[in-house]
Structure formats: C-alpha cells, structure tokens
C-alpha cells in the first residue's frame, strides 16, 4: 500500500488566490482527517470525515475553508481566496477507525 | 471539546539517559492516547499507543502510562539514542479514533 497520498507537496500562491489541496487515504480506511500545522499552533485538527461524511468540522478557522469527501478514495481541502496568515503544512491522516492515524506526507503551502 | 497539554516544550538529554515527557487531557470520555513521533520535515508517525482500560504498556526502549483519574499519560524512553531526536505529540481521541485532539508537542534533542 502507497500510504495516504497528498499532492501538491508544495504550493507557493499568491494571497487571494484559491488553493486546493488533495488526499486520498488508505483504501479500506473510513475515517478521514485534515490537520494544519504551525510552529505556533502545533497540530490543529481541521476537519474530520467517517465514511465520507463530515462529523466535525467545529476546528475549520473561517468560511474560506471547506472541505469535500465525494468518494471513499479522495478528499479536498479548499481555501478560498487564501491569505498570508494561512501559510502552514497541511496534513491529510486516515484511519481504519480502529484507532490508528496514518498521515500524508504533508503539504507546505505558502501564500505571499 | 478535548484540551491536550504537553510538558516540557523542549528536552535535551545526555545519550543513554532516560527521558519523560507528560501530558494531560480534559475530557473523561476520551479513551485512546497515542504518541508520535516527527521527525524534521517528516510526516508523524504513530510509536505507541495505549487504550483506557490498560495502565501501562511498553515496547522495547518506550513504554506509555496511563492513570485515568489523574487524567494524565506519560511517555518514557530509555537508553535514548541520537536518532530518538525528534518532536513528539501525544494524542487523545474518544470512541477509539473518532477525533483526535494533539498536545502542542515536546522537541527532544539527545546529545552525544
């Protein structure tokens, strides 16, 4: 298994351009997450999905953000439009929903 | 919701001695605290796990304690080595793996 995937694993955009970050978990895996990470703030959950259905989304900063589960295999996390102070890895995990979080290698976004 | 801290922030210890890093959680429902370890530009990655009815649970050089009433859980290492130089985050998660909430992290630096 190739793990969780994300693409890009680098973005460089300028502000108030939108950003789409992809993801596709583990197959077989039903739960889905979205972590941001910053030196300031550490890791801070997002988003999470079960069987592809949004059950937490309280930890998403603003309406620029959302996120889609359209099928088991994929996700996306979207930022629209983008500012500077959103510049951070972002980081898509999955789970068998046994506990276990897998994470993507990351993907380092900068907006300027 | 969940409120995960960690302590210390930052931790450098002599290679061989042992290391401890703690945290607290708010919730009494959560039930399942991981740790992970991340490595500089790596993704994290799950090193132990333990469950709330198990007090203790250890893996070679790394064992995890749990004491439900205090709410707090602890890693140990022994015998660190300069490749356990890492940042690592503890977790807690209720409903065994529905939301995940991360402490801010401990940078470990284990000197030669």
């Known amino acids: 298994d190739a793990g969780v995937i994300q693409s890009p694993r680098h973005e460089v955009t300028e502000m108030g351009q939108e950003v789409t970050l992809r993801c596709k978990p583990i197959s077989g895996h039903n739960s889905l997450f979205w972590y941001r990470q910053t030196m300031m703030r550490g890791l801070e959950l997002l988003i999470y999905f079960n069987n592809n259905v949004p059950i937490d989304d309280s930890g998403m900063p603003e309406d620029r953000f959302s996120a889609k589960m359209p099928n088991a295999s994929f996700s996306t996390l979207k930022i629209q439009p983008s500012e500077p102070r959103d510049s951070a890895v972002y980081f898509c995990?999955?789970?068998?929903?046994?506990?276990?979080?897998?994470f993507g290698s990351g993907t380092q976004l900068s907006v300027l | 919701g969940e409120n995960v801290e960690q302590h210390p922030s930052t931790l450098s210890v002599q290679e061989g001695d042992s290391a401890v890093i703690k945290c607290t959680y708010s919730d009494s429902a959560s039930n399942y605290f991981p740790w992970y370890k991340q490595e500089l530009g790596k993704r994290p990655q799950l090193i132990i796990d333990?469950?709330?009815?198990?007090g203790e649970k250890k893996d070679q050089r790394i064992a995890v304690t749990l004491n439900k009433t205090a709410k707090h859980f602890s890693l140990h290492i022994t015998e660190t080595q300069p490749e356990d130089s890492a940042v690592y985050f503890c977790a807690a998660s209720n409903n065994y793996g529905q939301n995940f909430v991360f402490g801010p992290g401990t940078r470990l630096s284990v000197l030669p």
């Open positions: 995990a999955s789970s068998p929903g046994s506990e276990k979080l897998f």
């Open positions: 333990i469950r709330s009815n198990v």
